[in-house]
């Protein structure tokens, strides 16, 4: 279309006006680039390609333990077997017992080594908090404290933590007061075992490397380190329920295999 | 000489801030600390004043019967330890932890209950796939310095349902919070609306004002709860009826009993 000259007088000062008003615009309001970030909600990845529950970490270096650490470990109970054999297909019909305890709502805390069920977590100045679907939470001071001794608090399933975010986004968490248990990969911890967690969220923002790493010297010969992976869930994803419910025969029952072709 | 000439001029310069000085009189009181109004974050306990609770106008469909089976129910969540939801989880007895983040703002609760996540955004999940839950699905905006929650998709059983002031919740029922700092930041209102026809003939609205805890607050783990413990169970169906006891025994189904379970085609 040929502008006449009117027009092109008269649109000129409107579109450098319209111009300056964009240009105000975007200084007052920048288009928003957030720096990669672990808030968010996160669904963790099987990067070894094991397909199941159990073999998820069964390539993950063994724990060097001392004498000790050997001698503790050996001294926990068995966990529970699971009631269908890892691998075997199930029959139509039959549940796989994904959880054969009973359902027993036991303090809120919320362990360190994530499941399969992913995890969201929100950020303040002060701390942020972590939370699964099963009604558990962590919480990460994030306002310089520093870890106190461990026999000021009791021990939990989340221990003390505190941690600060590094310019690239990395939270470093620093974690104590744990209660005794178990550790990934053949590991012990006991309330005097420290652990440092490393949040490494990639530059675009859709991945997370999680570093752990165990340090007792009583436990463990060397630190014992290894790392998790996740992929942040899709915008508009949202947390669902799990709710704990000892009236529900299903609980714990969450995957029901449909009749086979 | 020049030396002493600049002393004779600082103090006299001294002498003449004397007055100045005297004329201000005491130091004024300390300013308060300001607060951002559009941040909830902070630790929040409910004190023995914090609720402005009416009765609620009931409609016909909540009749004494049906509120008797709802008290019933509620009776047996806690008989068998299920998580309290909403209402219940916003007056538990221990503090509510909110956390204000980028996309959502999160309530934890130091009870048994699942936390609430408000996300920021202005529609619902689909409720195709949302599955009801005892704390909904909560969604919240900001009016002015009012944060406006919306919580829908219940669960019809999860959760405590009796609502304070009357009435119980229902898989249709519709919540708005408007949650406000008052007093300077250091109480937080929550105004509390349920609106459900078959509950209500109008809205019925309450109020909680929380006090803010002082920042170097911990959280501590909720209590346990244990309803395979027998002693426990004795204790909590002390004030059962038969009946009620009958119906909480039925409620659950034993572990290590086999379940037949439907599967779809």
């Known amino acids: 279309m040929r502008m006449t000259k009117l027009s092109s007088r008269f649109l000129s000062p409107v579109l450098m006006v319209g111009f300056a008003a964009a240009a105000l615009h975007a200084q007052t309001t920048p288009a928003v680039v957030l720096p990669p970030t672990v808030e968010g909600d996160w669904v963790r990845t099987d990067e070894n390609h094991s397909g199941s529950f159990g073999e998820l970490t069964s390539s993950y270096k063994q724990a060097e333990l001392t004498e000790l650490g050997k001698t503790m470990l050996s001294r926990m109970a068995a966990r529970p077997a699971p009631v269908a054999a890892e691998n075997t297909p199930l029959r139509t019909g039959q549940p796989l017992v994904t959880n054969n305890r009973t359902c027993v709502f036991n303090q809120n805390q919320l362990g360190l080594e994530y499941d399969s069920e992913g995890f969201h977590s929100v950020m303040n100045k002060e701390h942020i908090t972590f939370v699964q679907e099963r009604g558990w939470q962590r919480i990460v001071y994030l306002d310089n404290r520093k870890l106190a001794d461990s026999f000021v608090r009791s021990p939990t399933g989340s221990g003390y933590s505190v941690g600060h975010i590094e310019p690239n986004g990395t939270l470093i968490v620093e974690t104590t007061d744990l209660t005794q248990g178990r550790v990934t990969a053949g590991g012990f911890r006991t309330p005097e075992t420290r652990v440092k967690q490393e949040y490494i969220p990639a530059a675009d923002g859709k991945n997370l490397k999680l570093v752990f790493t165990w340090s007792d010297p009583k436990i463990y010969v060397k630190p014992h380190v290894y790392e998790f992976t996740f992929e942040r869930m899709e915008a508009g994803t949202f947390a669902r329920e799990t709710f704990c419910d000892a009236t529900d025969p299903l609980w714990g029952q969450s995957i029901v295999p449909p009749p086979q072709q | ?265």
């Open chain 2, 1 to 265: 000489m020049k030396r002493n000439s600049v002393f004779s001029a600082i103090f006299i310069f001294s002498l003449a801030l004397v007055p100045h000085v005297l004329a201000q009189g005491p130091p004024p009181a300390t300013p308060a600390a300001a607060f951002d109004p559009h941040d909830l974050s902070g630790y929040w306990d409910l004190g023995p004043d914090g609720r402005s609770v009416p009765n609620a106008v009931l409609a016909a469909g909540a009749g004494k019967a049906t509120l008797q089976e709802m008290e019933d129910g509620d009776k047996i969540s806690e008989r068998w330890c299920r998580p309290l939801g909403i209402p219940a989880a916003m007056d538990s007895g221990r503090p509510i932890a909110i956390t204000q983040g980028r996309w959502e703002t999160m309530i934890n609760f130091e009870a048994n209950s699942s936390p609430r996540h408000i996300y920021f955004r202005r529609e619902h999940v689909n409720p195709d796939i949302f599955d009801p839950s005892s704390v909904g699905d909560s969604i919240g905006n900001w009016e002015g310095d009012t944060f406006v929650v919306e919580t829908i998709g219940f669960h019809d059983k999860n959760g405590r349902m009796m609502i304070p002031g009357g009435g119980f919740r229902t898989t249709k029922s519709k919540l708005v919070e408007r949650f406000k700092l008052i007093r300077n930041g250091q109480m937080l209102s929550v105004t509390t609306t349920w609106t459900e026809p078959s509950v209500y003939q109008t809205p019925h609205t309450y109020e909680f004002r929380y006090t803010r805890i002082p920042g170097n607050y911990e959280p501590r783990p909720a209590v346990g709860c244990d309803p395979w413990d027998e002693e426990r169970a004795a204790y909590v169906e002390r004030t059962f009826s038969p009946a009620l006891k009958k119906a909480a025994e039925a409620a659950v189904v034993k572990p290590g009993t086999e379940v037949s379970v439907k599967t779809g085609k």
